[in-house]
């Protein structure tokens, strides 16, 4: 048989499964996963408010405290439990400026397999809590950071509660984020 002719067959015998085989169903799409909550912290109204009896502090949630295991997003971001927390009073390099992974590997290993307490301040930043964390013990991450040399006290957030801790050439090393703090730096997103 020539070769045009067979794969004129071949071509007919494709088409004719086609047309006879049994109709396939379409897999149903999966489940659509339940949004999260998107929670919304606002500060105190300072209007006189009815008087009611205090939560039972067992059952209540503190609204100024947030424990647990954490993730890093970078030098000063963490999200514990979906919550975004911007560490207060520092600033360390973004992931894509010089020393900005290596500052983000820093607080991985601060952090590793601990829980973190977070005592958050009414402010936020880019959509984010601002808190002072600390590992179980006590030590305070922002101080840990900036002991290292890999995050800024930011004055302008910390009242200089941080700068004693900074080593010695820091702020020559983090150029950019001393930069920014100063005003010569176009400001960027600030992690």
């Known amino acids: ?74 030098g000063d971001t963490i999200v514990i439990n979906g919550t975004h927390i911007r560490l207060a009073g520092i600033d360390a390099p973004e992931m894509d400026q010089p020393w900005g ?22 402010s936020t930043s880019y959509d984010r809590l601002v808190a002072k964390c600390y590992l179980p013990d006590g030590t305070d991450l922002s101080a840990e950071m900036v002991k290292q040399g890999l995050a800024l006290d930011w004055a302008k957030f910390s009242d200089g509660a941080y700068r004693h801790l900074e080593p010695e050439g820091v702020r020559k090393k983090l150029w950019r984020v001393s930069a920014k703090h100063q005003g010569r730096l176009k400001m960027e997103k600030t992690s």
């Not at 088409?15 to 500060?43: G, N």
């Not at 992974?101 to 009414?122: N, P, S, W």
């Open 101 to 122: 992974r290596k500052a983000k590997f820093a607080m991985v290993t601060l952090c590793k397999g601990h829980v973190i307490t977070a005592e958050l301040d009414e």
């Open 1 to 74: 048989m020539p070769i045009g002719k067979l794969n004129t067959l071949m071509s007919l015998l494709s088409l004719l499964r086609k047309l006879f085989a049994p109709a396939r169903r379409k897999p149903a799409p999966p489940p659509a996963r339940p949004e999260r909550p998107r929670t919304v912290h606002t500060r105190p109204s300072l209007a006189p408010q009815p008087q009611t009896a205090p939560p039972d502090p067992i059952q209540a949630p503190s609204l100024r405290k947030l424990q647990g295991r954490c993730y890093v997003i970078d």
